[in-house]
């Protein structure tokens, strides 16, 4: 089993819809939890992060997590052409000694048609 | 103007060669880190570093190297040993529990 694991996509949503996407991992002591943005041919750029269990909200993004279900996802609402991207869910695991050791799912790839 | 930088974006290396990919921040940063990225796939962590010094081997260390000689660098060596090279490579560094990244370098062999 994977530690982190997304689907890969492609999700393919309308421009204004609401966009979920979702991953699990595996290790039930990781303490945080992190959404990157990726476009094609471009590093990765943070959108949030969650520690707590429920949601928070940052503009039209909404990141939730479920430590019991071992869950987190991302919402994007009025979704936008500019969405388009690999979405890459990124998990810390529990431990001081981990140098703030980040573990990657494969990413999602979003498509937002106008 | 505060960020991570890395270069070159591109780099082609021959067989048997080995090759610096140079990672610097101005962000004032502890931490540092090295990940490998090949298509379709997620981030591999290679080496981090949290002090001067000092570094640690991550998932896929075997092949590559590294030297942390002053705060605002970070190089990494791709060895001859490694024999699949040819990916885009992640610099990072970590403020509190985030890590930021720089604009990566993509490496392809010749």
């Known amino acids: 089993q994977k530690e982190v694991e997304q689907n890969s996509g492609p999700l393919s949503v309308p421009e204004g819809a609401i966009a979920s996407l979702n991953c699990t991992y595996s290790d039930r002591g990781s303490q945080s939890f992190f959404w990157y943005r990726q476009y094609s041919g471009k590093s990765p750029e943070l959108i949030m992060f969650?520690?707590?269990?429920g949601d928070k909200e940052d503009g039209r993004f909404t990141a939730q997590l479920n430590k019991a279900s071992q869950y987190v996802s991302l919402l994007i609402r009025d979704s936008q052409p500019s969405d388009s991207a690999t979405y890459l869910c990124a998990v810390r695991g529990p431990g001081g000694n981990q140098g703030g050791k980040l573990i990657f799912g494969q990413g999602t790839e979003l498509s937002v048609k106008p | 103007d505060g960020g991570i930088t890395q270069s070159p974006k591109y780099l082609f290396r021959k067989e048997g060669q080995n090759v610096t990919l140079s990672c610097e921040q101005n962000?004032?940063?502890?931490?540092m880190y090295w990940y490998r990225q090949d298509p379709g796939q997620g981030l591999r962590l290679i080496y981090y570093?949290?002090?001067?010094?000092?570094?640690q081997k991550g998932d896929i260390a075997e092949g590559y190297s590294v030297s942390r000689e002053k705060k605002e660098s970070f190089p990494l060596t791709v060895t001859s040993a490694q024999k699949n090279p040819t990916a885009f490579y992640l610099c990072?560094?970590?403020?509190?529990?985030?890590?930021?990244f720089g604009p990566g370098t993509r490496l392809l062999v010749l």
């Open positions: 962000l004032n940063h502890d931490a």
């Open positions: 570093s949290q002090i001067v010094n000092d570094f």
């Open positions: 969650i520690y707590s269990n």
């Open positions: 990072a560094s970590r403020a509190e529990e985030t890590q930021y």
